[in-house]
Structures are given as structure tokens and as C-alpha cells.
């Protein structure tokens, strides 16, 4: 499939930074092994496709290099990807009035401050019914539908008013609560408990002690993950002890640090349970 480019908004616009020991989107940690620039690539290329699919229409990328060059790319809700040749076009500021050139400009319209969004404050109108189905799938024990609907919830209102927003950390909050609860993909649930944690320290999300919950349980899933699947966890280490190290808890971090020199001390990885199953 060839995208057109031109039918592509300007907005968002994602930036993917790789570097030696990892790879972020805006910011914020992907997880894919430490050191290897081909799959932190895939990483990072198949979280935006999961944004893309959410808004269901191709998105804007910047991947930046370890080496300092940066690509304009299209990645299509399919996975797709196409490498521009052109950068991508800058979104122009608002026009400001009397600007000095002599010509006549638009008469200047009164800025009214939206009222402060408090925290736990409840969705705009427009988004109230996907999160009353959300609330009732989950008290029907449908997860998964509740988990769909959060995850849409939160693009919507990302793309509305912005990640580090109440209302936007609000349901990412929901959704990494959903996900642990159902505990069937441990590597998936440590990564989005991390994200959320990050997410709501840079965004000064209240009350803080949710934070440090949701930190605690990404370190405990994590624990889990390490006595099941320890090549995974080996991972997820790096980006677990960066999150822990800017919330500051060195003693969880000492915690991680420890187990992975054990774990790599040793001449091969503990095979997880997975793989030994149905061997005799």
C-alpha cells in the first residue's frame, strides 16, 4: 500500500530518539533489549503503529539516530512504513495582529482561559458514555472490552487535550489497573505499569500515593516476570530502573541491579517455564 503523504495531518508528530542503551517515543521509554538498534527500531515502530490503528489513520514520525540524522516517516495504522522525502510540514503559530507589516490583520480575538482541570475530575461530556460502557464491562467481568474501550478512551482524549493531561493520565491510569488485574501477559503488564508511573510523575498526577502504587506493582509484576520468563525480565530491566530511579527509590533499584549481575553471572539464562513445559 502506498501512502499518501499530503492527506497525512500535521499532527501529532511523534519523535522516536534510539541511542545506545534504548530507544523512546517523546520522551518516554520504549522496552526493547538494551543495545540492539534493530529491535529497538521494531519496538518503538510497533507502538506507533498500535497509535496509528487507535486513531485509525496513518501518523507523522521523526526517528532519530543514534548518530544524529533524523527521517520523516508515515507509519500506517497496518504497520506499514514510508520514509519521506521531504521534511514534514511545520504547523504554523496563530497569526499574530499588527505585526508591522501595514496590511490588515484579523481583529484579535479575547483569549478566555479554560477552567483548571482538577484530578479525578470527571471526562468532558463528549467522552462520558465510552466511559460509562467501560465501567459497565468491567463490573460485567468483561476485560478485555473494558481494556478496548480505555484504550480508545485515552487516544481520543490524548489527541484532544494532550498526554500528560488529568483527564488523559486519568484513563491511562484506568487502563494499566484493567491490565494488571488480568495478569496474562506479564511482559505487556510490566511495560504499561511503567509508562503509567512515569506518566503520572511528569504530569504532577494526584494523589501521589496512586503513583507510587502503580510503580510498586510495575517492580512486583516485573519480580514475577523474573521467576517466570528471565530473558524478558532481563528486557524490561533498564527501563524498570530508570522509572525507579526518578521516582527515587533506591532500594527497589538496588533490588533490579542485583538481580540482573546474578543473572547474567551465570553461564546461560534459567530457561522459563514455558519453554522446559512438555519436554521429558
Not at 483569549?111 to 460485567?140: I, K, M, S
Not at 516485573?222 to 524490561?236: I, Y
Amino acid at each position: 500500500m502506498t501512502t499518501d503523504a499530503g492527506q497525512v495531518p500535521a499532527t501529532p508528530l511523534y519523535t522516536i530518539t534510539l541511542t545506545g542503551s534504548g530507544v523512546s517515543i517523546d520522551g518516554e521509554p520504549v522496552g526493547a533489549p538494551s543495545g540492539d538498534l534493530p529491535a529497538a527500531r521494531l519496538a518503538a515502530l510497533a507502538e506507533i503503529r498500535v497509535r496509528a490503528a487507535l486513531r485509525g489513520r496513518p501518523v507523522r514520525v521523526t526517528a532519530k539516530e543514534p548518530d544524529g540524522s533524523a527521517w520523516p516517516l508515515v507509519v500506517d495504522p497496518d504497520g506499514h512504513v514510508t520514509t519521506l522525502s521531504v521534511p514534514h510540514p511545520v504547523v504554523p503559530p496563530p497569526a499574530r495582529v499588527g505585526d508591522g507589516s501595514g496590511r490588515s490583520a484579523a481583529p484579535a480575538v479575547p483569549f478566555v482561559p479554560e477552567p483548571a482541570v482538577t484530578w479525578g475530575a470527571p471526562l468532558p461530556a463528549a467522552h462520558q458514555e465510552a466511559w460509562a460502557r467501560l465501567l459497565a464491562a468491567h463490573g460485567a467481568g468483561d476485560t478485555a472490552t473494558a481494556i478496548a474501550l480505555a484504550e480508545r478512551t485515552e487516544a481520543a482524549l490524548e489527541a484532544e487535550y494532550g498526554p500528560l493531561h488529568p483527564y488523559t493520565v486519568q484513563v491511562l491510569s484506568a487502563r494499566a489497573w484493567l491490565v494488571l488485574g488480568r495478569r496474562d501477559d506479564l511482559s505487556a503488564t510490566v511495560r504499561l505499569l511503567v509508562r503509567t508511573a512515569l506518566r503520572r510523575r511528569r504530569a504532577g498526577a494526584e494523589p501521589r500515593s496512586e503513583t507510587a502504587q502503580v510503580a510498586g506493582n510495575a517492580h512486583a509484576a516485573w519480580r514475577s516476570l523474573a521467576a517466570t520468563d528471565p530473558r524478558r525480565a532481563l528486557e524490561l530491566s533498564g527501563p524498570l530502573t530508570d522509572m525507579l530511579e526518578e521516582l527515587g527509590w533506591p532500594g527497589h533499584t538496588q533490588d533490579v541491579v542485583r538481580w540482573v549481575e546474578e543473572t547474567t553471572r551465570q553461564p546461560t539464562l534459567p530457561e522459563d517455564s514455558a519453554s522446559s513445559e512438555g519436554r521429558t
